[in-house]
């Protein structure tokens, strides 16, 4: 009430600029709902969102149950699950998995969505609506459809001398609504063949699947086979939820036979021992149903349950996929089951839960200012990342293209957050981009900005801190002390105003790794605490291993090391923790 009686007054008070810059800060079509372990947001309808936001809850108390993790203490953050609109749309963002690499699958599975363990914490984006894997493509209504028309409708009387009252008959017409059939693309309801092969992919499944996968390499960060994540996650796609109390897992994917009859089965040997990933054809045989069978199997055989565990721990101590696999004794005798199991009646489960087990989400509307950058956080990943320098010319002109598209995609962020100068998300997403990029005075720019939005926002002081850590690397020898100690009071401000934020901590460890210097026990100790804020994360696994190994605590920078270097998808962390483990000690 009082803001509007000042509003309109003849004599604007001293903050109704303030007021103005609120307003103009709309409402968005996109929200966000929250709970205990995920952050959901969507541009879509408000119901499915809730339920969504509020099965993932519940996909999240079944795991806990299934793999005895009910009642611990977690302090993980929570994942960032961002779903976006149709399949065109999805696409358009170009989202470039980094530290994501399923099957490889048959091409007409692609690549489900978008995954990345950042060290700020994971994030992951899916589209919302539903897709078809295509088997064998038949032939499209949009072509056939004029022919039809014509072949069907009476001719015109030739005495008439105008062609016939059907408007069908008119060629234009045809041709005009044809192309709005194909216009619309894979999303359009109306753009459908007949004799088609297909197999439904439910949107609502690969999101389940993600976070199953998510889960599993969170909860339990150790390394593992890749078909082992990917089948994991499967299980959990077809989640069931029967009122407020009843859960269901397990049961089979839809078009499960058709895929069977489709593609030749891979041998079980070749998946379990590893040969598979180093043979491209393989993958044309490959399909996450593939992937579900052998990890449904395994999970459900009381007799297989126990070879299993075995064959993981074996991987996950830093043996071999080969030494592994010698834990399941006779493989062909194993492809043999497989084979049966296939063709008979499969298992599935049903739990019943206490509601309060798994709360409701808090559900609120995004601004047009949050909303603005909702796909540039996503983006943020994939577009900073380039690949190094070579001199190879096929590896150089990659690399070439790489910073062409980052740059592109800086400019466009850097004026869409001056278009929001007081919205502290584009001032922190501007920031750690250009403090990624290397670029100090720009992030210190956008960081001062950040922080005269939201004094003492731990995010922004981290990235204020991380920009004077590249002043004073780069300052004569004799400012450098001073500078460094300065940064690194900035970054205990950050960690004072959030003390479970990974981002404070890994930039204060970053302030002695990268000027050379000794690191402290408190910076190790903050590496740790990290690693356990962000599990799935290689980054922080990997600089612990590193400062591990400098100490000369050889077997502690192995463990730290193993789940980067032998983990189930290849990121760009891996090869530095292979070096390292080979430098190691025995």
């Known amino acids: ?103 490889p699958y048959a091409r007409a599975f692609p690549v489900p969505a978008y995954y990345d363990p950042r060290e700020d914490g994971a994030v992951f984006a899916a589209s919302r609506f539903d897709q078809k894997a295509m088997l064998e493509p038949g032939q499209s209504l949009a072509n056939i459809l004029p022919d039809l028309v014509r072949a069907t409708t009476p001719a015109a009387d030739p005495g008439a001398g105008a062609p016939g009252e059907n408007p069908g008959t008119a060629a234009a017409l045809s041709a005009s609504y044809a192309g709005s059939l194909a216009r619309f693309g894979r999303d359009d309801p109306m753009a459908l063949s007949v004799n088609e092969l297909t197999v439904p992919l439910s949107a609502e499944g690969r999101i389940y699947a993600g976070y199953a996968r998510h889960f599993l390499v969170t909860y339990f960060p150790h390394a593992y086979p890749r078909w082992y994540v990917d089948g994991f996650g499967e299980i959990f796609a077809t989640l069931a939820i029967e009122g407020d109390t009843k859960i269901e897992y397990g049961r089979a994917p839809e078009g499960y036979r058709k895929i069977l009859d489709k593609y030749a089965r891979t041998p079980i040997a070749d998946v379990l021992t590893g040969r598979t990933l180093r043979d491209r054809k393989a993958g044309e045989r490959w399909t996450p149903f593939h992937a579900w069978a052998l990890t449904h199997m395994l999970f459900f055989s009381n007799e297989r349950k126990g070879q299993l565990h075995a064959y993981l721990a074996t991987i996950a101590a830093g043996g071999s996929m080969e030494q592994a696999a010698a834990a399941f004794g006779d493989l062909a005798r ?41 796909k540039g956080r996503l983006e943020l990943g994939a577009r900073i990342a380039v690949p190094p320098a070579s001199d190879g010319a096929k590896l150089e002109k990659l690399r070439r293209e790489a910073i062409a598209r980052r740059d592109t995609w800086l400019k466009d962020l850097r004026r869409d957050a001056a278009r929001y100068p007081a919205n502290l998300d584009a001032q922190l997403l501007l920031a750690e981009a250009e403090c990624r990029i290397g670029n100090g005075d ?68 970053r302030s002695f790794a990268d000027a050379g210097e000794p690191v402290p026990d408190v910076a190790i100790e903050g590496l740790m605490k990290a690693r356990d804020l962000v599990p799935a994360a290689p980054a922080p ?46």
């Open 1 to 103: 009430m009082p803001s509007v009686a000042d509003a309109q007054d003849a004599t604007p008070a001293p903050d109704s600029a303030i007021v103005v810059q609120g307003l103009r800060d709309k409402p968005s079509n996109w929200r966000q709902a929250e709970t205990d372990h995920v952050v959901v947001i969507s541009d879509g309808s408000e119901k499915d969102l809730a339920r969504i936001a509020h099965n993932l809850e519940r996909l999240h108390f079944l795991l806990s149950v299934l793999l005895n993790r009910v009642d611990r203490p977690d302090q993980t953050l929570k994942l960032r699950v961002t779903l976006v609109g149709d399949g065109a749309e999805f696409d358009a963002m170009d989202l470039r998995n980094l530290r994501y690499s399923p099957g």
């Open 334 to 374: 194993l492809q043999s089951e497989l084979t049966a199991y296939d063709r008979g009646k499969m298992p599935y489960e049903q739990m019943s839960y206490p509601a309060d087990r798994a709360g409701e989400p808090i559900v609120r509307r995004l601004s047009e200012g949050e909303a603005a950058f909702v």
């Open 442 to 509: 720009a992030c210190a720019a956008a960081a001062s900005r950040a922080l005269a939005i939201a004094p003492g926002n731990s995010d922004a002081l981290a990235w204020q801190g991380s920009a004077q850590i590249a002043v004073a690397l780069a300052a004569p020898a004799g400012q450098r002390i001073a500078k460094l100690k300065a940064a690194r009071a900035t970054i205990a401000r950050a960690n004072r105003a959030n003390s479970e934020s990974p981002l404070p901590l890994l930039t204060y460890y």
């Open 541 to 586: 696994k990997l600089m612990l291993g590193e400062a591990l190994a400098g100490r000369g605590s050889a077997e502690a920078a192995r463990q730290a090391l193993i789940p980067v270097a032998n983990g189930a998808y290849d990121s760009p962390e891996a090869a530095e923790a292979r070096l390292v483990i080979a430098a190691l000690p025995r």
